[in-house]
């Protein structure tokens, strides 16, 4: 009878062995796509930046002059941002922006955008906006939680095709230079009054709990997962040289 009993005490702790282990197994794989899942956002928007800027400098004769292009400390774009309008206008979207450093582009970080107008105006569309910051000073911006351009951030339309490149005029003080793409037409736009702030949300699920802004762009002191390096790469490919520091 003692046998027996032993038998089932063993085989019952076999069994609760067997389902803690089972239930370890399960969580694992939850808390794996839980983190899937909080890369995907991210993700996306990274992609889609990246096609956007692509889609963009594929027409040489109407893009981003390469000179200009080479110069910029940092590019920010805002693929698709959604702009509506019935007397107020308002402005919103989403973006990923990236800073050249002695390895190539830096990991990304992920802004909100938002702004509004007013007068005589109705209706709506899906915009492209593409931002050069020109000099560290214009860096500088992208390393605050929130900025407003045209406000503590000067903004000025950029230059657009290969001709534009031998104009002097964005070289002088300009700290960002803004461009937008709307119903296929692109040009440099004088985006002012818009505000571009962190968004925390995805930095963290990115990044993890006290990442900053600098610590990405400037200190290099997180890694960013393959997923959401899709600007990264494309700003690559099309400028590897060493910006020009402006002060």
């Known amino acids: 009878m003692r046998i ?3 038998k089932n005490i063993t085989l019952a702790l076999c069994l609760t062995l067997i389902t803690s282990v089972a239930a370890l197994a399960q969580d694992a794989d939850k808390m794996h796509d839980h983190s899937s899942g909080q890369l995907k956002g991210p993700a996306e928007k990274s992609a889609k930046a990246a096609e956007a800027f692509g889609e963009i400098m594929g027409a040489p004769d109407k893009a981003i002059p390469q000179e200009v292009l080479d110069s910029a400390e940092c590019i920010a774009v805002f693929p698709g941002a959604k702009k509506g309008a019935f007397i107020v206008g308002v402005q919103k979207g989403n973006g990923v922006a990236t800073c050249r450093t002695g390895n190539g582009w830096s990991a990304p970080v992920f802004l909100d955008m938002e702004g509004g107008s007013f007068g005589p105006q109705i209706g709506g569309q899906s915009t492209d906006y593409v931002l050069l910051f020109m000099n560290r000073k214009g860096a500088d911006h992208l390393l605050k939680n929130k900025f407003e351009l045209g406000g503590e951030a000067s903004v000025a339309a950029g230059p657009v095709g290969r001709s534009a490149a031998a104009s002097t005029d964005w070289k002088l003080n300009a700290e960002i230079l803004s461009y937008s793409r709307s119903k296929g037409l692109f040009a440099g736009v004088a985006l002012k ?3 571009i702030s962190v968004d925390d949300s995805d930095m963290r699920h990115v990044y993890g709990d006290g990442v900053s ?6 200190d290099n002191k997180f ?3 393959a997923e959401v390096r899709a600007l990264s790469n494309a700003l ?3 400028s ?5 520091t402006q002060q």
């Open 193 to 195: 009054g818009v505000k």
């Open 4 to 6: 027996q009993l032993v």
């Open 240 to 244: 590897a040289a060493q910006a020009t």
């Open 223 to 225: 890694e960013a997962p």
């Open 213 to 218: 802004a600098q610590g990405v762009l400037r």
């Open 236 to 238: 690559g490919r099309y």
